[in-house]
């Protein structure tokens, strides 16, 4: 047992010995001494604990001895003697010796790698390089914030001073008064401004002092006159809020279907902060946790600073007060319901269209489907589909949610919807754009009432139906538009769009305002293009030579009062039909209008455009 017990003692007397000489290691270690060092007294203190036999200490020593661990050691050792030294730069004017280099190499024999060399330096990258080099060797770390004051009281521990520095751009936060404690507070932090940059301010914090003017008792138009006579370093003494909000929302992208214009809104709480925007611009909004104003910008100009905008109630809100403000008007569907046929359908045959005017001249004449002279009933049944993008469009939704869709090569052409007013051309654009590539590009076949003729095919002239069966297309909204004439139907339908798509080719139409919102569906995702007319004075060359059919296939010119009624015509589509156009095309000249008509139809197919998201969503839904 004694035996025994001596044994246990040396072993515990050696692993004492051994935690005591690594100690020592982690000591030396600390202090910076020298691996090698530290090593030998290891590899001394182990060959004392190799001669008692203790086990495993061998196998340590063994370890401790190895080539590649002292080697190891030794760069170590070298590494940490380097990083506690500070680099020396060789020289603080690299771009001065850069330039003065590429002088010399201009006077030298022009070999190719000379030639070469001096491209090399003369790089923008390897100046800017240089640049910073120079700018850490001189420690130009400019600008440099002015020391804290002394006197900050040691009981207030709640008390953040923050510095900002002002280059000459708005702070980008808003301040009002509390309305409990009358105190100046924080009221928001514009998203991308220099307070969200600088990650120091938060809506709610308390501002005590600006630039050492205490804020107590001022008003926060006073505090904002003293931030705006400051330059260069703001200095704010403020209590911060005690809960800070979290931000966790997604980006969302709106297509905004109304105007806004922030300096004629006296509600908004900072006029200055606000974002002017127009409908069908897309927006990104970056902040909703105001119920009623959110923060957003232009996706066409994301590098700018977010602005204010009413929230999608509030803007909805603002739309049905001015809507019931308006004195009152007759419905447009009240009144007469049969309206002059201004121009005939383009949809007949050769023979047919011969008889009123040539090919040549159909330039600027009013495009086909036309809704001339349509029954009593049939205006009242599609009133509120025509209304919902006039008369209702102010309770419609201000903001249409969207995303960025690019067509797939499998999938089906997207619908090309032209929209314009009468005579600006629409239809001959159609025209050549089909007769460009019929392979590509072709038009619905519409439907009819009217009885078949001899000479016409069902399916390639007209698909012609029955009255009932057209009047029930229409109840169960299976017409984009449709019309009467001489007693007769005419319509295109979503079916012979549909044929169109699904034969892989671009089905291209023209159709009134009131339907594209018929035609903005997920199935068919139409890309609308507005054919805008050009000044009156430019009107005047062009169409100078062309013609306008009536009802009695009389061929008139066109008058000033038409001129000014089609200016007057888009101007209209425009404001109540804006926010849906993807594209608008200047009709100023007809060979270029259609080249650009050409490219938009190609873009629409091929490259990203913001949709719907609801377009989306329903095509992955199961």
Same mark, same amino acid.
């Given at each position: ?5 001596s ?26 001494s ?8 290891v590899?001394q ?98 600008p ?58 938060? +809506? ?48 969302l992208?709106?297509?905004?279907m +109304? ?6 809104d ?13 409908k !069908? ?12 104003? *959110?923060? +957003? ?5 994301l ?26 008007q ?5 009144k ?38 349509? $029954? ?10 025509q209304?919902?993008s ?19 090569p !499998? ?8 929209? !314009? ?16 590539n ?5 038009s619905a ?7 078949? $003729? ?12 029955? $009255? ?22 005419y ?13 892989? $080719? ?10 594209i919102?018929v ?12 054919i ?45 039909? !804006? ?15 259609s ?13 990203p ?5 609801? *377009? ?7």
């Open positions: 047992c004694s035996i025994c017990f044994q246990g003692l040396g072993h515990w007397f050696a692993l004492v010995d051994l935690l005591f000489v690594l100690k020592c290691v982690a000591l030396f270690c600390f202090l910076g020298g691996l090698s060092h530290v090593l030998t007294l590899l203190e182990l060959s004392l604990l190799c001669k008692r036999d203790v086990n495993g200490v061998g196998m340590l020593y063994d370890l401790l001895r190895s080539r590649w661990l002292q080697a190891l050691l030794k760069i170590y050792e070298c590494l940490h003697h380097y990083l506690g030294k500070r680099p020396v730069p060789v020289t603080v004017q690299a771009c001065v010796l850069n330039h003065e280099l590429v002088e010399l190499l201009r006077e030298a024999p022009q070999s190719g790698e000379i030639k070469e060399l001096r491209r090399l330096l003369r790089a923008p990258h390897l100046k800017a390089l240089l640049s910073a080099h120079d700018t850490v060797a001189q420690k130009d770390f400019e440099t914030l002015p020391p804290l004051p002394d006197n900050i009281p040691e009981n207030e521990e709640a008390m953040r001073i923050v510095c900002l520095v002002k280059n000459k751009q708005p702070l980008g936060a808003t301040i009002k008064r509390h309305e409990i404690t009358g105190d100046i507070t924080v009221a928001r932090v514009i998203h991308g401004g220099l307070a969200d940059r600088s990650g120091l301010l938060y +809506a709610g914090d308390k501002l005590v002092e600006v630039n050492g003017v205490p804020v107590e008792g001022l008003e926060p138009e006073q505090v904002i006159n003293i931030l705006a006579l400051s330059e260069g370093t703001i200095m704010f003494k403020l209590i911060p809020v005690s809960d800070r909000p979290v931000s966790n929302q997604t980006t992208y709106v297509r905004a +109304a105007d806004y214009w922030p300096l004629q006296p509600a908004i709480p900072c006029a200055d902060a606000g974002l002017p925007f127009k !069908g611009e897309i927006l990104q909004i970056v902040d909703q946790n105001d119920a009623f104003w *959110w923060q +957003a910008r232009k996706v066409s100009d590098s700018a600073c977010a602005g204010l905008i009413p929230s999608n109630h509030l803007l909805k809100r603002k739309q049905r007060e001015f809507w019931w403000s308006q004195p009152f007759p419905h447009l569907c009240l007469s319901s049969i309206c002059e046929c201004e121009k005939l359908f383009g949809w007949w045959n050769r023979e047919e269209r011969s008889l009123l005017v040539p090919l040549s001249l159909t330039a600027g004449f009013r495009r086909s489907m036309r809704l001339c002279r349509r $029954k009593s009933r049939t205006n009242q049944q599609s009133c509120y589909a209304c919902s006039s008369c209702y469009s102010t309770l419609a939704a201000p903001y249409e949610e969207v995303v960025r869709y690019q067509r797939h !499998g999938d089906r052409n997207r619908l090309i919807v032209l929209v !314009g007013p009468a005579g600006v051309g629409v239809n001959e654009l159609r025209r050549r754009l089909i007769t460009s019929p392979q590509q590009f072709q076949v519409p439907h009819t009432t009217r009885v078949q $003729k001899s000479y016409e095919m069902n399916g390639r002239e007209y698909h012609y139906v029955s $009255k009932e069966t057209f009047e029930n297309m229409v109840y169960t909204h299976r017409m984009l538009e449709y019309g009467e004439y001489k007693g007769y139907l319509g295109t339908s979503v079916d012979a769009v549909r044929t169109v798509l699904d034969g892989g $080719k671009i089905c291209v139409v023209d159709l009134e305002p009131q339907g919102q035609a903005r569906t997920h199935e068919l995702k139409p890309y609308i293009i507005f805008k007319p050009s000044s009156i004075s430019c009107m005047r060359q062009s169409r100078k030579n062309a013609r306008i059919i009536t009802d009695y296939y009389v061929n008139m010119k066109f008058k000033e009062e038409d001129l000014q009624e089609m200016e007057d015509s888009a101007k209209k589509m425009e404001a109540q039909f !804006g926010q849906f156009f993807d594209q608008v095309i200047v009709n100023d000249d007809l060979q270029e209008a080249a650009q008509l050409l490219s938009a139809v190609h873009r629409a197919q091929d490259e455009q913001w949709v719907p998201a609801i *377009w989306i969503c329903s095509d992955t839904q199961p």
